[in-house]
Every structure is written in structure tokens, then in C-alpha cells.
């Protein structure tokens, strides 16, 4: 049963899972939430997190055996196809459910957060339009967190657009290190067709904008440190690619530049809520 518990999170892609959550529940609580807010938010935006990663590892087994990811759960034999897909199931079905507890507006875009991002699991990762997923959902989370409040009050566009551009740049820096395999399967995305370098230059020009709307988004002057975080949404990406190239060396998958990007969010959006310029 233990093995059975670890495959299932390790399939979950815990990683990102956790980053999403986080972000999440630092928003819910930058925005105004009360203890009982921020839960609601933390637990219906992880089940979404658990329904799409799962997802993802259920539909994507057969390519993952076939291109030796002795590093995914299920292709690697430690939990069943059918045990990850019922729990993604289960997932999806928890998450509108957990949001209605905030109110039935926020649950909706959360709901549209959860649909886009399964569309990103089939069919349109394989497609030109597969940035579009991640756009929509990532902007649509800060939009739920927003309006999950009482009130419901409307959510900035800034705030929306800066998750966009989050999203959209974390689907060129996490695909980097598997376009070999991709191709291998015939999956060809828009970072497949752009390429390495075109996915890169995409994914840190679109981390960079999502920053300076942060900072430059909110009523009032950006403040020092804001401009710092743009400064380093400018530097990251580049030692992460630096840092990539020397765990290919080193016989590892490339991941640092999908976890930069994933920091400097992060970063983002902690500087973001201690400024109190959210809503």
C-alpha cells in the first residue's frame, strides 16, 4: 500500500502541484481570505493540481514506456495505469466541489481552470494551440482566487494577464527537456515546432512579462524591490539554461530552467502579497 501511496504522488508531478497550491493559498491570503478562505482555495486548487497530473501520466503511459521514463510511476511499473486514472477522476470531481464552498462564480472559473488544463492533456498537447491551456487556466486561477471572496469582487486584468503569461511561459520551460522524446511519439506542440532556442527565448520573455505586470500592474509606483524581481526574471532564465546544459552532462533531465521559472514566480508573488497592492 505504501508503494501504491508514493507512485501515486510521485505521478501527481508534485513539483508543480505544490508550486500552483502555493501560490494559491499566499494569494487567497494576500487578497484577504479569512484561515477558512485560504483552505477552501488550498484544497480545491490541489485537487485540480492531482486531476491533471494524473491525467497526464494515464494517457501519456504508453509513450513514457516507449521512451524509457523509468522516472514516471506508472511507466516504470510502481503504480497501475487504472489506480492513476481513477484518481484523477476522483480529483476532478472533488475540485468543483471544494470550490463551491467559496461561491458558485468562483467555482466556475475554477471549474474552466480544470477543463482547459485536461485539454492540454488531450488532445492539444499535440497541437499548435498547445500554449493555449496553460494560458487560460493560469489566468483563470488568480481570477478564482479574486472572486472566491466575499463579494465577489471583480479581479484586476493585470493580475489575470500576469497569470497568462506565467502559464504560457511554464509550458515552453517545461516541455525543453523532453522535445527528443516528443518527437520520438509524435508529439508536436507549439515549443516542438518553435524549437529549443525559440521555447527558451519564448518561455523567458514571457516570465520577464509576467513580472513587470506584477510590479508595474498595481495602482501607486513600483518600489525597489519590484524592480528587482524584473531584474531577476531577467538574469534567471539564462543561468538556467547554463544549469540545464550541465545536468545533460551529468547524464540527468534537464529541468532547471521549468523549476527557475517556477522560483521566480514564486518570488513574484510573495513580494506581490507583502506589498499589499493585490486588490
Given at each position: 500500500?505504501s ?10 508531478h508534485?513539483?508543480?502541484a ?7 493559498g ?5 487578497v484577504g481570505h479569512?484561515?477558512?478562505g ?7 486548487v ?11 501520466d494515464a ?11 523509468t522516472d514516471?510511476?506508472?511507466?516504470a511499473?510502481a ?10 477522476a ?13 461561491n458558485?462564480?468562483?467555482?466556475f472559473w475554477?471549474?474552466?481552470a480544470?477543463?482547459?488544463a485536461?485539454?492540454?492533456d ?19 486561477l488568480?481570477?478564482?482566487?479574486v ?12 493580475l ?14 517545461n ?10 511519439t509524435g508529439v ?18 514571457l ?7 506584477l510590479v508595474?500592474?498595481p495602482?501607486?509606483?513600483p518600489?525597489?524591490?519590484?524592480l ?36 521566480v514566480?514564486l ?13
Open positions: 500500500m508503494s501504491r501511496v508514493l507512485g501515486l504522488v510521485r505521478a501527481s508534485p513539483e508543480p505544490a508550486a500552483v497550491t502555493t501560490v494559491a499566499l494569494l487567497a491570503w494576500g479569512r484561515p477558512s485560504v483552505a477552501s482555495v488550498v484544497l480545491a490541489l485537487a485540480s493540481q492531482l486531476a491533471v497530473g494524473w491525467t497526464n494517457l501519456d503511459a504508453d509513450r513514457d514506456v516507449t521512451v524509457g521514463r514516471k510511476p506508472v511507466a511499473g503504480v497501475g495505469r487504472r489506480t492513476v486514472a481513477w484518481g484523477a476522483v480529483a476532478a470531481v472533488a475540485c468543483p466541489l471544494l470550490a463551491l464552498t467559496t458558485p462564480v468562483a467555482a475554477l471549474t474552466v480544470l477543463v482547459s485536461l485539454l492540454y488531450w488532445p492539444l498537447k499535440a497541437t499548435p494551440l498547445s500554449v493555449l491551456p496553460y494560458a487560460v487556466s493560469f489566468g483563470a488568480p481570477a478564482f482566487v472572486l472566491a471572496l466575499p463579494g465577489q469582487p471583480t479581479p484586476p486584468a493585470w489575470v494577464l500576469a497569470g497568462a503569461c506565467l502559464g504560457a511561459g511554464a509550458h515552453f520551460a516541455v525543453l527537456p523532453d522535445l527528443d522524446d516528443d518527437a520520438r508536436r506542440g507549439l515549443p516542438h515546432r518553435l524549437g529549443a532556442a525559440g521555447s527558451r527565448a519564448a518561455a523567458a520573455g516570465l520577464l512579462t509576467a513580472t513587470a505586470v508595474l500592474g495602482p501607486g509606483p518600489s525597489a524591490v519590484g528587482a524581481a524584473v531584474t531577476t526574471a531577467a538574469v534567471v532564465p539564462p543561468l538556467s539554461w547554463y544549469g540545464g546544459r550541465a545536468a545533460v552532462r551529468a547524464g540527468r533531465r534537464p529541468v532547471a530552467a521549468f523549476r527557475a521559472m517556477m522560483l514566480a518570488i513574484d508573488v510573495v513580494l506581490l502579497v507583502a506589498s499589499g497592492r493585490v486588490v
